[in-house]
C-alpha cells in the first residue's frame, strides 16, 4: 500500500518561512519523479514543484519561483518543499504527488497523492 504523507504545514507571517516534508513508503521512491500542488478553497488544484528521479531536473511554477525549493532524499524515501517569502496567496493545503515527470503539466498524470497539509498565511 502506497502512502504519501505530508508534514510541516502550519500559520505562517507573511514573508516567513515554512518547510514541508513528505515520506514516502510502500513504494520503490527512487524511480518515481516527485512534486507538490496546492489548492485553494474553491479554486483547482495546482502545480507547485517537482523534481525527477535523482533530483538533477527540477520545475516550478512561475508563482513560486525563486521563493520555493523542492529537493528530495532518496535514502530516506522523503521529499521536501522550502517555502521562503511566504504570501497570503500562498494559502493553500499542499499535497505531495508521486509519477513520471510529466506531473508538471497537471494532477492528471499523478500516480499518488498524499492527504494534504494546511498553509496559512494570513493577509
Known amino acids: 500500500q502506497v502512502q504519501l504523507v505530508e508534514s510541516g504545514g502550519g500559520l505562517v507571517r507573511t514573508g516567513g518561512s515554512l518547510r514541508l516534508s513528505c515520506a514516502a513508503s510502500?513504494?520503490?521512491?527512487?524511480?518515481?519523479?516527485m512534486g507538490w500542488f496546492r489548492q485553494a478553497p474553491g479554486k483547482e488544484r495546482e502545480f507547485v514543484a517537482a523534481?525527477?528521479?535523482?533530483?538533477?531536473?527540477?520545475y516550478y511554477a512561475d508563482s513560486v519561483k525563486g521563493r520555493f525549493t523542492i529537493s528530495r532524499d532518496n535514502a530516506k524515501n522523503t521529499v521536501y518543499l522550502q517555502m521562503n517569502s511566504l504570501k497570503p496567496e500562498d494559502t493553500a493545503v499542499y499535497f505531495c504527488?508521486?509519477?513520471?515527470?510529466?506531473?508538471?503539466?497537471?494532477?492528471?498524470?499523478?500516480?499518488?497523492w498524499g492527504q494534504g497539509t494546511q498553509v496559512t498565511v494570513p493577509s
Open positions: 504527488a508521486a509519477g513520471p515527470i510529466r506531473i508538471y503539466s497537471g494532477p492528471r498524470y499523478v500516480n499518488y
Open positions: 510502500g513504494l520503490t521512491f527512487s524511480i518515481y519523479s
Open positions: 523534481l525527477s528521479t535523482n533530483g538533477a531536473t527540477t
